[in-house]
């Protein structure tokens, strides 16, 4: 395993090949990591390096990450995270990593998280209008009205936004 990164997706745009063709891309803001620890082999049984990534008020800290922290001797950080490397001789306490790390790399691998929704309503999950809010709608201003057909084919579609797929 090697060393990584962590950002944060600023939004989308595109790319034109030579023949003319769109691709869509996404931008990512990539955060420079902090090296917090270096952890050997004969302390823990492996090497890695122990990074911190995004800066944190003091505010926001329990006691026991300030004494961290200040042990440490740098500025808080939000996001710990812990890589294991074969060879850990060429990474200091204090030292700052961005993306020269992948300057001789060629391709990448990627890994995202999305945000959680929960369970969403129509309107927030598939961009539902809703009903009105006045005339006589009294509870379901939220909720998706009429979704399929009449009697022929008496069923919604599968595949159709909010569809309820049955048979």
């Not at 740098?74 to 990474?91: G, H, M």
């Amino acid at each position: 395993m090697s060393i990584g990164l962590i950002g944060t997706k600023i939004g989308m745009t595109r790319e034109f090949m030579e023949g003319g063709q769109s691709v869509p891309v996404t931008v990512i803001k990539v955060e420079k990591g902090r090296v917090l620890d270096v952890i050997s082999e004969d302390k823990r049984g492996y090497s890695a390096v122990k990074l911190g990534f995004f800066k944190l008020k003091n505010s926001k800290l329990t006691k026991q990450m300030k004494g961290y922290f200040s042990k440490k001797n740098t500025e808080p950080k939000k996001i710990l995270k812990e890589f294991r490397v074969e060879n850990n001789d060429q990474y200091k306490e204090g030292n700052e990593l961005g993306l020269e790390i992948f300057k001789d790399k060629k391709f990448l691998d990627v890994r995202s998280k999305t945000i959680g929704k929960g369970f969403a309503g129509v309107m927030k999950r598939w961009n539902f209008g809703g009903l009105r809010a006045s005339h006589g709608v009294s509870v379901s201003h939220r909720s998706h009205g009429s979704t399929g057909q009449r009697q022929d084919p008496g069923k919604v579609f599968k595949g159709k936004k909010n569809g309820w797929s049955y048979g």
